[in-house]
Nanobody, 126 residues
Framework: QVQLVESGGGSVQAGGTLTLSCTTS????????MAWFRQAPGKEREGVAAIYYNGNTVFYTDSVKGRFTISRDNAKSTLILQMNSLAPEDTAMYYC???????????????????WGQGTQVTVSS
């Protein structure tokens, strides 16, 4: 049974910090692209960051570059998103997603990911 479970969301003031975690089971985590997506009310799901199976390749959407850091621990099958200098526009539901490295796709296309968590809410107030 595939499970991706996000945690670490919450409410913070602008400029604050949050660390999201995604613990996984039922997938071969060490052979998966992993990514964080977010979706604000009324908006499309947006790719935030992605990381290759070995951590050697990472992608970020422009709006979070320099503020967010994606990382992974293959020994613990866990994905992390460190979020610094949070801004109100970062408010959204954040989702963990994964796909096998043998499956072609684009890092920020949600349709290319096969495994998803239920999401964790991040709210940033000004």
């Amino acid at each position: 049974q595939v499970q991706l479970v996000e945690s670490g969301g919450g409410s913070v003031q602008a400029g604050g910090t949050l660390t999201l975690s995604c613990t996984t089971s039922g997938i071969t985590f060490s052979t998966y692209w992993m990514a964080w997506f977010r979706q604000a009310p009324g908006k499309e799901r947006e790719g935030v960051a992605a990381i290759y199976y070995n951590g050697n390749t990472v992608f970020y959407t422009d709006s979070v570059k320099g503020r967010f850091t994606i990382s992974r621990d293959n020994a613990k099958s866990t994905l992390i998103l460190q979020m610094n200098s949070l801004a109100p526009e970062d408010t959204a539901m954040y989702y963990c997603a994964g796909r096998s490295i043998y499956r072609t796709g684009t890092w920020n296309n949600p349709r290319d990911y096969t495994s998803w968590g239920q999401g964790t809410q991040v709210t940033v107030s000004s």
